[in-house]
């Protein structure tokens, strides 16, 4: 028969594997490969993506941004559909000045119903 220490050891080292295997709830974060770069950054359905993300930053923030362009972007196929990471140019909607910084947003997309879910916004300061 084992020492209870020799017990307790094996129960702290098999205790995480087990918790980890069954954190992933979310099969939009289970990558089927690697970034890829978007070709055509004005395809419409990029401009799209990228102007219901700044639109949806404003249900985040309550900060209404305007919509300039999409800079770069690079997509990422998941098990549940398409990973897109837009960089993007947008301003305060009550500013005048053509400052316009570039904001980095995530956006989670299933292609076979539309759905869209913003996972990240990153708005610099100033």
Not at 27 to 34: E, I, K, R, Y
Request: charged content about 25%; overall charge positive; aromatic content about 12%.
């Amino acid at each position: 028969m084992l020492p209870a220490h020799y017990i307790l050891v094996l129960l702290a080292l098999l205790f995480p594997l087990q918790v980890a295997k069954g954190t992933d709830h979310n099969s939009a974060s289970v990558p089927v490969s690697d970034w890829l770069p978007i070709k055509n950054i004005r395809d419409c359905l990029v401009i799209d993506i990228a102007k219901w993300a700044v639109d949806e930053y404003y249900s985040w923030d309550h900060i209404k941004l305007v919509f300039q362009n999409v800079t770069k972007g690079d997509y990422k196929d998941v098990q549940d559909g398409i990973l897109y990471r837009l960089f993007i140019t947008a301003k305060d909607d009550d500013s005048f000045i053509n400052k316009y910084p570039v904001c980095k947003a995530v956006i989670s997309r299933r292609p076979r119903d539309r759905f869209n879910k913003l996972i990240s916004f990153y708005k610099p300061m100033g």
